[in-house]
């Protein structure tokens, strides 16, 4: 079957998009190109790592992953966080709530929180397990990497962001699993529809010989460290949030490795219920803002899997064979 290649030369340009600092203009912004799911395999695994990304369109039903955003948000009607009146399935946010009580939930909240507490529960409950075991998942995540048996950490990070809220900062998943040397895999599910502008993924354009780039600077200054520091994402080459920036230009304008670049752009796109993006450990990426002119609150999840023979043989990042808590350190 043929394959479409939609880098979108006939697309209009992407809307500016904000971040969490900073605005990320027009003329440093591109399309992501989509793959339909029923692409060959192997030109699913060519994309990936060509592209260092593949943005697999329509592969799980809408209606199962519509299902999971809606039991996700009618766990939260009581807590004041969707406008009354409205379908949990649409996560529409209540605007009349004071933010600071919503804001953040994606990366933590205040201990006690009723929210907080709501989101720790959402990651072991049955609907949620056995959607992010969903078999198309699953299969796709095998056939691209050619393994027998895959295995999902048990971290994985299921987030909701409010319009107006906090989003995720640059940078790259090996940062925060740097406790195994075996390659994994990411998926990043949006639970629901994610226009450029309502706080989904933004990719750096060919960026993972910069992520490797960063890596190896930041093992040279950390020669004197402990392996616990070593590790860690959070040690003292780091910012205190653990990640590259919260502005998406600033780090491309400070960064030394992307000066020798004559065209990079920041990749958007308007995902849709049943997407999925696989990207790889070192393809530098961060969050819009969530702008939606609907005020539809982002719902996602990302989830890291490893080759069943690489967790034997305990190559892999143990640390993240735990359920997420807000006070795991990771």
């Known amino acids: 079957m043929a394959t479409v290649d939609s880098r979108p030369d006939t697309k209009p340009s992407p809307p500016d998009v904000r971040a969490i600092q900073g605005s990320i203009p027009q003329s440093m912004l591109g399309w992501l190109r989509e793959t339909p799911s029923e692409t060959p395999i192997e030109e699913i695994r060519r994309r990936l790592f060509e592209d260092e990304y593949v943005f697999v369109k329509g592969l799980l039903p809408r209606d199962d992953v519509l299902k999971t955003r809606g039991h996700y948000f009618s766990q939260f009607q009581s807590l ?16 009349a709530e004071d933010i600071s009580l919503h804001n953040g939930i994606g990366g933590g909240g205040p201990t006690g929180n009723e929210e907080l507490e709501q989101l720790v529960k959402a990651h072991v409950q049955r609907p949620y397990l056995d959607f992010v075991a969903h078999p198309k998942l699953r299969e796709m995540v095998r056939h691209i990497m050619g393994w027998e048996e895959e295995v999902l950490v048990k971290r994985t990070m ?154 034997e043989a305990n190559a892999t990042d143990e640390r993240w064979n735990k359920y997420w808590t807000p006070d795991d350190g990771l």
Request: aromatic fraction near 10%.
């Open 158 to 311: 299921l987030r909701h962001n409010i319009p107006g809220g906090q989003s995720t900062g640059v940078h790259y998943d090996q940062l925060f699993l740097r406790g195994g040397h075996a390659f994994f895999l990411t998926a990043w599910v949006p639970i629901g529809d994610v226009t450029a502008t309502g706080g989904g993924l933004v990719y750096l354009e060919d960026s993972t010989v910069l992520g490797k780039a960063i890596e190896d600077d930041f093992e040279v200054r950390a020669k004197d460290f402990t392996l616990e520091e070593k590790v860690s994402a959070f040690n003292r080459n780091m910012s205190a949030t653990g990640v590259l920036s919260m502005d998406p230009v600033v780090f491309q304008q400070n960064n030394e490795h992307l000066a020798q670049k004559t065209k990079y752009r920041w990749l958007v796109a308007d995902f849709e219920a049943g997407d999925v993006v696989f990207h790889l450990p070192y393809t530098i990426h961060t969050a819009a803002a969530n702008d939606d002119p609907e005020g539809r609150i982002r719902l996602s999840t990302d989830l890291r899997f490893y080759d069943k023979k690489d967790v």
């Open 80 to 95: 004041g966080l969707l406008k009354p009146n409205t379908d949990p399935v649409d996560g529409i946010y209540n605007l």
